[in-house]
């Protein structure tokens, strides 16, 4: 780096820059409010992030926001923004500095002359800064899990770390609303935590307050923060801390709720006692009977924090869907379905796991020979918590029952069975049935995979998908295929009754990827008409198996767009 | 049932092929013809070496025509080293021999010699070539020519063929739906033709002329699913011709239409045609398209149709109106029984 350069390019801005240590380090200083600002840098041996200024004289100013500084520093660093999110002129390494340097000088000017905006700044990085005195608390690194819903006040049991290394489940004391205890999914899901081994230490109670201020630098300053703003708490959670001054304590948690600028934020306290004692009011309590209290972070397992962290969104947690068929493209739909939030979700399969479904097929060894929809409704619920997941053995036939299927937002069939298929949407056809359909399969070779929604009263059927591009009549195969119809595609390898088609996970991931992204989009309005969407393979595969390829495959450009369903052609359409 | 299926039912009442039953009689005719000049031409001492039959059957674009009159272009050619020098001589010769067999209006035209047979109204143009290596020369001159309206005229008709035929620009895969459609284009533009102009000027609108416009200019066009699209070509194909430079705006609203062979010798096909013949195709080429897009801009598959049937004439037609209440007919599956279709989840 050509340091010299580098002074050059800083001189232009409105402060003065010089190399210090035999060219080692960087420093800047500026006036704001009379105060001189000294920033001081420290050359990299090679630049491949935004370069990092410390602000020395950080006592001088206060708390300021974005300063992070451990207990008794002088300096602290200055986080202008995450170093993932900016990309540097690493070829350039002077124009680096400028603008790095100037976005240090605006920063600092605007926190240092605005109290307010300083005010704001540290409450929306609360996180970082109670990161900070946690890490610097005794014990250090102290992280709480919280289960529960993410609302409610009611108490919960501690439990106490179970290990000492391992799954942070187990390394961490566990807090549990007494709701979840009997919830046997959330049971089974952290199965991992051996919970019900946990004797239960204390308890905690959560805390919503209307008002928050940022957190003290130090764990000095800790009670009397504490003091100032559970002064904000709401009257249900007044309620309950004057309910816990009523009996004697040797330790609990309170776990504090509080909206910042950026969203919701949790942290709690670990209050210990020498001996059972009263929970202070005051301060003064405080002394009198010895407790210490412990800066906690804490890591909520709660549906209303993680799924919409996770991607997922909590308005499809109401929303019931049946998917039938459990096989490779089936059981990755299940996974993805409930990811985005689906709360209610009904299986069925007739099928057995085998040993010969298993590198493409997202269940294991250990579930060979299970039911597929028993072995998947436990994967879903260990992966996605809440969801209640009912598993049926019927086969798609079983459940041309109006009744039934009216129950359900949304139907999935992912069997990759034409035939049975056809009779389904005849009869949902006959029989009126108000909910959608969304079919799903895949062509072997790795050539591609579709997925139709047929929304009833709306353009478009299953049978617009079947419509014979030669005659402009019902066909027997789908429109949407990218092989010809008529070719020996299937293979196997031990004679009759052992034939298969050869694709392999990726390509029943895409499908299900398709498939499930149409029924989120469905479930919640984005998709109201009848529409279809197919992913293209290479064909490569299919060449080599002299296999010819559709009209569509060589001329399909909309890979992943989702399309009208309906064909003009689709008798059925004109007759309604 | 989609528009398709209403453009389907138009080509088939329209499409002519020398195997349809509809000109056994001309092909008969023909065959019978063909054998008497060929033993007069083998007389004198020039025998056919070779015969084909030229235009529209050749290319699979051949209509049925409004009149009845069924049209072939039968082409002789006879060898280079022994053919005489004046071309009329073997053209009168034909002439003679049709007089024999009993045609009354049997007369040599610049390019052929003609023949109606009134009765069954079947017309036959011979067109004769002489072959020198692989070139081609028409005989060209009428019965009164002086040497210079005549001559051996170096020309294409297997390559202009060929040319029509061609179909190596399109996909290897694609060129069986992509030929079959520009074929059927061919075919309505031609009925268009016969419905909308005047007779007269209809026979000045030569078929091979069109033919070269919607080869050149052709747009097809498939649904994604590769189900034909042929109004959607047609509007798309028309739209392209009257976007190049075959027309010449030569006075305001007159324009002069120009079309070159794409083969030797390259000659306009239109050559000698009035301002008129080429404003009338420009006009009535306008309007296809504009009627044609109002068509496919409408839902009502018996209105389009309507328009349709405007423009293409009685064989485009227009279906009853649906009857209420009835409910469709249960649909018939085209395809076989049973067809492997490997998919799976």
């Known amino acids: 780096m050509n340091k010299e350069l580098i002074l050059s390019h800083i001189s232009g801005l409105d402060c003065t820059a010089r190399l210090v240590e035999a060219g080692c380090k960087l420093v800047v200083e500026f006036v704001v409010n009379e105060k001189n600002v000294t920033l001081i840098h420290t050359f990299p041996d090679e630049l491949i992030s935004m370069p990092k200024f410390y602000l020395s004289n950080v006592q001088d100013f206060g708390k300021l926001a974005h300063i992070l500084t451990n207990q008794n520093d002088e300096s602290g660093e200055v986080c202008i923004t995450d170093a993932l999110s900016t990309a540097i002129n690493t070829d350039q390494p002077e124009l680096a ?45 102290n992280e709480l899990f919280v289960v529960w819903d993410g609302n409610s006040s009611e108490s919960m049991q501690v439990r106490p770390p179970r290990l000492e290394t391992g799954s942070d489940l187990q390394t961490k004391p566990v807090a549990l609303a007494g709701s979840y205890t009997s919830d046997r999914n959330l049971t089974y899901a952290l199965a991992i935590a051996k919970l019900e081994t946990r004797q239960v230490i204390g308890k905690a109670i959560s805390i919503w307050l209307s008002h928050l201020e940022p957190p003290p630098a130090t764990q000095y300053n800790l009670l009397e923060w504490y003091f100032r703003i559970v002064a904000f708490a709401d009257q249900p959670s007044q309620r309950e801390l004057r309910k816990l001054r009523k009996k004697k304590y040797r330790e609990f948690w309170l776990v504090f709720s509080a909206q910042i600028p950026n969203g919701e934020t949790m942290f709690a ?27 906690y972070r804490v890591r909520s397992i709660s549906p209303s924090a993680l799924i919409p962290r996770g991607g997922g969104s909590l308005d499809l947690k109401g929303m019931s869907v049946l998917l039938v068929g459990c096989g490779s493209v089936g059981s990755e739909i299940a996974l993805r379905l409930t990811s985005a939030g689906v709360g209610q979700l009904t299986l069925s399969d007739p099928d057995k796991f085998s040993e010969e479904n298993l590198y493409r097929h997202i269940l294991s060894v250990r579930d060979i020979g299970r039911l597929k929809t028993e072995a998947l409704a436990e994967l879903v619920i260990q992966k996605n918590p809440w969801v209640t ?46 909910v959608p359909v969304i079919n799903c399969w895949l062509e072997g070779f790795g050539i591609g995979g579709h997925a139709i929604i047929s929304i009833p009263s709306t353009k478009g059927c299953w049978h617009c998908a079947y419509v014979d591009p030669k005659t402009l009549t019902r066909g027997l195969t789908s429109n949407l295929n990218f092989l010809s119809p008529g070719q020996m595609i299937m293979r196997n390898h031990r004679g009759c009754g052992t034939q298969f088609l050869p694709y392999n996970g990726i390509a029943a991931g895409y499908t299900a990827a398709i498939a499930a992204d149409l029924a989120v989009r469905f479930l919640e309005g984005q998709i109201t008409s009848s529409s279809k969407v197919s992913w293209k393979g290479v064909d490569v595969e299919a060449k080599r198996a002299s296999l010819t390829t559709t009209w569509r495959y060589r001329h399909f450009t909309d890979s992943l767009h989702i399309l009208p369903l309906h064909d003009n052609n689709c008798d059925l359409c004109v007759a309604r | 049932m989609g528009i398709q299926t209403h453009f389907d ?109 009134t009765g069954d109204n079947v017309h036959i143009d011979f067109i004769i070539y002489k072959l020198s290596g692989d070139q081609h020369y028409l005989a060209v001159g009428k019965g009164s020519s002086d040497e210079k309206n005549r001559e051996w005229a170096a020309t294409d008709p297997c390559g202009l063929t060929d040319w029509i035929n061609d179909d190596s620009l399109f996909g290897v895969d694609d060129r069986k739906e992509v030929l079959a459609q520009f074929r059927r284009l061919v075919r309505y533009i031609k009925r268009w033709r016969d419905v909308q102009f005047s007779e007269s000027v209809a026979s000045k609108v030569y078929s091979i002329g069109l033919t070269v416009l919607v080869k050149e200019q052709l747009q097809y066009s498939f649904s994604t699913e590769g189900a034909r699209q042929d109004l959607q070509a047609l509007i798309n194909t028309v739209g392209a011709i009257l976007d190049s430079n075959y027309f010449t705006e030569e006075e305001t609203g007159k324009y002069r239409v120009c079309v070159d062979l794409p083969k030797e010798p390259w000659r306009n096909i239109f050559d000698g045609s ?29 209105e389009q149709c309507k328009i349709l049937n405007d423009l293409f004439g009685k064989d485009f037609e227009i279906p009853e109106p649906p009857k209420g209440g009835s409910k469709s007919e249960k649909a018939k599956y085209s395809s076989a029984g049973i067809v492997t279709a490997s998919v799976g989840a």
């Open chain 1, 97 to 141: 500095y400028r603008d790095t340097v100037d976005k240090h000088l605006q920063l600092l000017t605007q926190l240092i002359e605005d109290p307010a905006y300083n005010h704001a700044e540290q409450l929306r990085e609360f996180d970082a800064h109670w990161k900070i005195l946690c890490d610097n608390a005794a014990g250090g690194s």
């Open chain 1, 389 to 434: 997941i009912d598993a049926f053995d019927k086969s798609l036939q079983e459940f041309r029952n109006p009744v039934i299927l009216n129950k359900f937002d949304l139907v999935i069939v992912a069997i990759g069975c034409s035939n049975v298929e056809r009779v389904f949407a005849e009869f949902c056809n006959q029989e009126a049935i108000n």
């Open chain 2, 274 to 302: 009035s301002l008129d013949t080429g404003t009338q195709i420009y006009n009535k080429l306008s309007r296809l398209k504009e009627q044609l897009i109002k068509a496919e801009g409408l839902s009502d598959e018996r």
């Open chain 1, 269 to 295: 306290l670990h209050w210990n006692a020498c001996s059972r004692s009263t929970f202070p009011a005051s301060l003064d309590g405080i002394e009198a009977d010895n407790w210490t209290v412990t800066p």
């Open chain 2, 9 to 117: 039912k138009f080509h088939n009442k329209i499409k002519l092929g020398r195997e349809d039953d509809a000109y056994k009689k001309a092909r008969d005719r023909d065959d019978s013809i063909k054998k008497d000049v060929a033993s007069a031409f083998q007389s004198a001492g020039y025998p056919v070496v070779k015969d084909f039959i030229q235009g529209s059957l050749k290319t699979h674009t051949g209509i049925i025509p409004i009149s009845g009159d069924y049209d072939i272009d039968r082409a002789l050619v006879i060898e280079d080293d022994v053919a005489p020098e004046n071309p009329v001589t073997p053209k009168k010769k034909t002439l003679e021999v049709l007089e024999e067999r009993g045609f009354k209006n049997a007369k040599i035209k610049k390019p052929c010699v003609t023949a109606d047979y």
